[in-house]
Nanobody
Framework: QVQLVESGGGLVQDGGSLRLSCAAS????????MGWYRQVPGKQRELVAT???????NYGDSVKGRFTVSRDNAKGPVYLQMNSLKSEDTAVYYC??????????????WGKGTLVTVSS
């Protein structure tokens, strides 16, 4: 099994910054990609940012230019630096990892989520 543990959420004022972290542990041979998604009540979970083991990143349109995803090494941790936060960024942020626990097997894992609240 693989566990993803997020940290860094909280309350911040409009225009402020926060940094989220996510660490992976357990049976991991390789992590193909790690990243962040977010969800608000009544809406679908949406892409925030992902980064591959090769360092290629992808961002949701609403966060481009404000958020930056990074990772220490191929097995994480993964970080999300969030700048110029807006009230519409308020959501539960979930860490995601596409893990290869052993050769020939790929599984998708989610963290439990961390709440980010941006007050105006």
């Amino acid at each position: 099994q693989v566990q993803l543990v997020e940290s860094g959420g909280g309350l911040v004022q409009d225009g402020g910054s926060l940094r989220l972290s996510c660490a992976a542990s357990g049976r991991i041979f390789k992590i193909n990609a790690m990243g962040w998604y977010r969800q608000v009540p009544g809406k679908q979970r949406e892409l925030v940012a992902t980064i591959t083991s090769g360092g290629n990143s992808n961002y949701g349109d609403s966060v481009k230019g404000r958020f930056t995803v990074s990772r220490d090494n191929a097995k994480g941790p993964v970080y999300l630096q969030m700048n110029s936060l807006k009230s519409e960024d308020t959501a539960v942020y979930y860490c995601n990892a596409v893990v290869v626990p052993s050769i020939g097997v790929t599984s998708n894992y989610w963290g439990k989520g961390t709440l980010v609240t941006v007050s105006s």
